[in-house]
């Protein structure tokens, strides 16, 4: 059986572009070279496509200008269907462009199947008030919220900041599009407000208003699948670098020997109860098919866990490493993720051509 | 030695000359630089009478120091504890409610759940750290009891003989919990039966109100005479936890109590099943104060880790470290072996000293650790005791290899040595050792 040809897009015009460079050739290094001939396929931070061996060498990306790399050869992906030497894409993108529907939209053109989601699903799971508005719809439980633009701001604030107050302070405004914190800031008094919108303003034209959820954590759950054969991940808790005491200080002290063991970012499986485990899991895979989603996602919440509810914060619908630690976690390993990533991509495909795109009879002959 | 290691020592030594000196003979010719777990108002007073004999060599000042003391100390206690009393006297008349809580080990876990397990209905004050004799729990009273305390929790330690009945009679606590009685502090107190004796007299300060203590059903041989309430996880015990099930996530359990037909599945963070156990008083004590279990229950779910009481630290690579290094026993240790399979590692390495106090029987003792070792461990770190060599022969008897084994005379440095050792999914105890007195 001949090798699979497949493409692994990674980097972009986003603010996570060096994170995108990690999740793909973390996927490369994973990847079975018995069943797949890998091309790397980069996409720098000017927006210029390039392939190229080096590119498989994380030392090239630590010194190489990423705005302008070279020793690299230019990529052109032809729109025309069949046109390209790729049989199956993963896209590691994170981020604008790459997550949010536009490059799965050059895909679709072109014919090549990838893992999705769908450029639909991408697009909507990437705006974070729409995304709150379709859970709002489907009677998901999530934060209080409320939601404007540049216009109205400028041209009627009194409305907005009775809106904010409503929800009660602290407050989170968030840019509505964005994958990362980047731009997305707390206040705690009604006299920050004004300036807070101001800048953040500055990374998008619509802007999200969250109230802040208390007693909680946040866990995260993985979602891998397509149409009905979907599952679902052990969930983990991230832990933020100010949380916890580091590895290092507390087992390397007084100059013993240095183990270069760090502490981990994250608890898998997080410290909840195997019924709220479940809960989540259910709900994790119900959001999947309300939004559309294939391929591997990972969905985070907040949960109460003395109470058992769960907030919905967002879908993710590349994330970072794939989440292939928490499918680790759940008995599949990555080069395994892979392979049914890869076959998603073809199904999908496949499903779509089954779909009648087109009639036989051309009804402008009859003009 | 620098004069804070020095002044550290004493206070693990518990002020005892003897063993302070033997300490100090010991390891007179190392670097060591040891911080004091507490700066207790003894020890400053000690740190700063010291200075005033700068001409004499430090353990000399520390000692004059010391005996310089003597009487004040005295006088501070005696004012302390009138003070206390009377404090302690006002608030119970508005109200206030005194738990005790004594035993051999777990009191300080104990406590902790109860604090926050509580902390939703009631104003609660804890004795802080391991803070558990009658000065230091006047000293607690005097500086931390407000007004708006609803309940105290108060841990007894016993350090000679009567303390326990002593500081009874001195809290005068409404309810009581008796936690495991087992191999620990048998040098202080002079062997197991005093041991026994010391924590029998707990029962018996409540003997005219059985109804208000709860005794763990480890302690039900030394009361067959006495109808008692008993936590545990055996069907006998009134409060009983069932079905534990134990992993990195934490711990799920059922809880079953008196009068309630349904059992109630639990979750709580905290690694292992004697941790379960160890919210059942939580449990009763709110059945006896009339506060709703279901909000104990709510609380449970959220427990934080208790400090080097099997608390984890999640390091990469799905490596684990609980760290219950405070003290052990060889009563408790078995409950941390549990927890170490329970935990389905991919390797075990173990980090000990053995256990302190052991008296006569400290060889049989540690001989027999080295062979239950052979089989729960992967490779041990030990730190460097007088019954080291016990453990080690126990541990070879029993088909043990001498390159499982390395021995450092720290914790840090018996662990520098396991480090090569770890890989993925690897778990490491630190059992015991804290103490550097007994290095």
Redesign the interface.
């Known amino acids: 059986m001949s090798k699979i040809r497949l493409a692994v897009l990674f980097g972009g015009i986003t603010v996570e572009h060096e994170v995108s460079v990690i999740t793909g050739l973390q996927l490369i290094k994973n990847a079975d070279l018995n069943r797949y001939d890998i091309t790397p396929l980069y996409v720098d931070k000017n927006g210029q496509w390039w392939t190229g061996a080096a590119l498989l060498d994380v030392d090239y990306f630590k010194t190489a200008d990423l705005f302008n790399p070279t020793g690299l050869t230019s990529f052109i992906l032809n729109p025309n269907k069949g046109q390209n030497q790729i049989d199956v894409a993963i896209l590691c993108f994170h981020g604008a462009y790459g997550e949010a529907g536009n490059v799965q939209g050059l895909l679709e053109l072109a014919g090549i199947p990838y893992q999705g989601p769908a450029v639909t699903s991408s697009a909507i799971s990437f705006d974070k008030i729409i995304t709150r508005q379709i859970l709002k719809a489907e009677g998901i439980n999530q934060a209080a919220y409320t939601w404007f633009t540049e216009h109205e701001w400028q041209s009627t604030p009194a409305p907005i900041l009775e809106k904010i107050a409503e929800l009660g302070l602290p407050v989170f405004i968030k840019p509505a599009n964005g994958g990362s914190t980047v731009g997305i800031e707390k206040i705690k008094t009604a006299a920050e407000l004004p300036a807070t919108i101001e800048r953040v303003l500055a990374y998008d034209q619509r802007i999200l208003v969250e109230a802040e959820i208390t007693n909680c954590i946040e866990v995260n759950v993985s979602v891998l699948g397509w149409a009905g054969n979907i599952s679902a991940s052990v969930p983990e808790q991230p832990i933020k670098a100010d949380e916890f005491l580091s590895y290092a200080d507390k087992y390397e002290r007084g100059g013993s020997k240095k183990t270069g063991m760090a502490s981990a970012s994250r608890r898998i499986p997080a410290p909840i109860s195997s019924s709220l485990t479940t809960k989540l899991q259910d709900l994790a895979k119900k959001l999947f098919h309300i939004f559309d989603t294939s391929g591997v996602i990972r969905i985070d919440f907040f949960v109460d866990p003395s109470e058992e509810t769960i907030y919905v914060i967002e879908p993710n619908t590349i994330p970072g490493s794939m989440s292939f630690y928490l499918w680790e976690a759940t008995g599949l390993k990555y080069s395994e993720l892979i392979d049914r990533l890869v076959a998603i991509a073809q199904q999908r495909l496949a499903d779509k051509e089954k779909l009648t795109t087109s009639f036989e009879s051309n009804i402008l002959k009859n003009q | 030695m620098n004069k804070t290691t020095s002044l550290t020592i004493l206070q693990q030594s518990e002020y005892d000359l003897t063993r302070w000196q033997a300490w100090l003979k010991a390891h007179q010719n190392e670097e060591l630089?040891l911080e004091p777990a507490d700066w207790t108002l003894k020890l400053k007073l000690i740190h700063f009478l010291s200075h005033c004999f700068f001409f004499l060599p430090v353990t000399t000042a520390i000692k004059v120091a010391f005996y310089l003391t003597q009487p004040a100390e005295f006088l501070i206690r005696q004012r302390a504890y009138a003070r206390a009393q009377k404090k302690l006297k006002t608030y119970r008349q508005n109200g206030l409610q005194v738990v005790a809580i004594a035993g051999s080990y777990a009191k300080t876990s104990t406590k902790q759940i109860l604090e926050h397990t509580l902390s939703g209905s009631q104003k609660i004050l804890v004795t802080p750290k391991s803070i558990n004799t009658m000065l230091g729990v006047a000293q607690v009273i005097e500086q931390e009891l407000k007004p708006d305390h609803t309940l105290f929790v108060v841990e007894f330690g016993e350090y000679h003989p009567g303390d326990i009945y002593r500081l009874a009679n001195f809290v005068q606590p409404d309810y009581g919990i008796l936690t495991p009685i087992g191999h620990q502090h048998l040098e202080i107190l002079g062997g197991f039966e005093q041991v026994v004796n010391e924590l029998r007299s707990f029962v018996t300060f409540f003997a005219s109100h059985l109804t208000r203590v709860l005794v763990h059903e480890g302690n039900r041989p030394y009361f067959s005479k006495l109808e008692l309430t008993y936590y545990g996880e055996k069907k006998e015990s009134q409060w009983q936890i069932t079905d534990p099930s134990v992993?990195?996530?934490?711990t799920?359990f059922s809880l079953v109590q008196p009068q309630v037909s349904e059992s109630k599945?639990?979750?709580s963070?905290l690694f292992g099943e004697h941790q379960a156990v160890n919210t059942l008083p939580s449990f009763w004590l709110a059945e006896k104060m009339s506060l709703p279990a279901a909000e104990v229950q709510?609380?449970v779910?959220?427990l934080p880790y208790i400090h080097r009481r099997h608390e984890p630290?999640?390091?990469?690579?799905?490596?684990l470290?609980l760290?219950n290094s405070y003290n052990t026993n060889a009563d408790s240790v078995q409950a941390s072996l549990k927890l170490l399979n329970q935990l389905k590692p991919t390797r075990r390495l173990i980090v000990t000293l053995g256990f302190t106090e052991t008296g006569v029987d400290e060889q049989k003792i540690h001989y027999a650790f080295g062979r239950t070792l052979v089989n729960q461990s992967e490779f041990v770190g030990m730190i460097k005791a007088p019954w080291t060599q016990s453990i080690i022969d126990g541990f070879l008897s029993a088909g043990g290899k001498r390159d499982q084994i390395v021995i450092g005379k720290t914790q840090?440095?018996a662990?520098?040595q396991l480090?090569g050792f770890?890989i993925p999914g690897t778990v490491i105890l630190f059992e015991g050792g804290y103490q550097e007195i007994y290095v």
Request: no cysteine; net charge negative.
């Open positions: 630089t992993s990195r996530a934490g799920e599945k639990l979750f963070p709510k609380r779910v959220t630290t999640f390091a990469q690579n799905d490596v470290i760290d840090e440095e662990f520098a480090q770890i």
